[in-house]
């Protein structure tokens, strides 16, 4: 068997040191249940969200928030796909996360945010 994190043979533990679960997804190489993914990405995104919108960013953090952006939308998506017993309550939690992270990417892409040359260049490539 195979995990959402790519670890074969057995289920790794929820990363949350309290949690009983096995881990469903990874997320910068922490491997979380689906509660505490859902809670980590609202975390990250509560604490990117101000710093984008008051255009407050170095470079090398508007780089990692690119990052996490990028990654925590992707894994969101696979969870959507992947995940066969969501709940009612997961599927809202999860599209405000794709869509939070939309919303804070298009924010990171507009005129008088900072930006290394390398995110310059991939972000000009892309669009």
Same mark, same amino acid.
């Given at each position: 068997? *195979?995990?959402?994190?790519?670890?074969?043979?057995?289920?790794?533990?929820?990363?949350?040191?309290?949690?009983?679960?096995?881990?469903?997804?990874?997320? *910068?190489?922490?491997?979380?249940?689906?509660?505490?993914?859902?809670?980590?990405?609202?975390?990250?995104?509560?604490?990117?969200? =101000?710093?984008?919108?008051?255009?407050?960013?170095? =470079?090398?953090?508007?780089?990692?928030?690119?990052?996490?952006?990028?990654?925590?939308?992707?894994?969101?998506?696979?969870?959507?796909?992947?995940?066969?017993?969501?709940?009612?309550?997961?599927? =809202?939690?999860?599209?405000?996360?794709?869509?939070?992270?939309?919303?804070?990417?298009?924010?990171?892409?507009?005129?008088?945010?900072?930006?290394?040359?390398?995110?310059?260049?991939?972000?000009?490539?892309?669009?």
């Amino acid at each position: 068997m *195979e995990t959402v994190s790519g670890k074969p043979n057995g289920k790794p533990k929820c990363k949350n040191g309290r949690c009983a679960d096995f881990a469903e997804v990874a997320l *910068e190489s922490k491997d979380y249940c689906l509660d505490h993914f859902i809670g980590c990405c609202y975390e990250r995104l509560e604490m990117f969200d =101000p710093l984008i919108r008051a255009r407050s960013m170095e =470079p090398a953090h508007s780089l990692a928030a690119r990052r996490f952006l990028q990654e925590c939308s992707n894994r969101a998506v696979v969870v959507c796909f992947c995940h066969t017993q969501l709940t009612n309550s997961d599927r =809202p939690r999860l599209l405000q996360i794709l869509l939070w992270c939309e919303d804070l990417q298009r924010l990171l892409r507009r005129p008088g945010i900072q930006q290394t040359a390398e995110v310059a260049q991939v972000a000009t490539a892309l669009y």
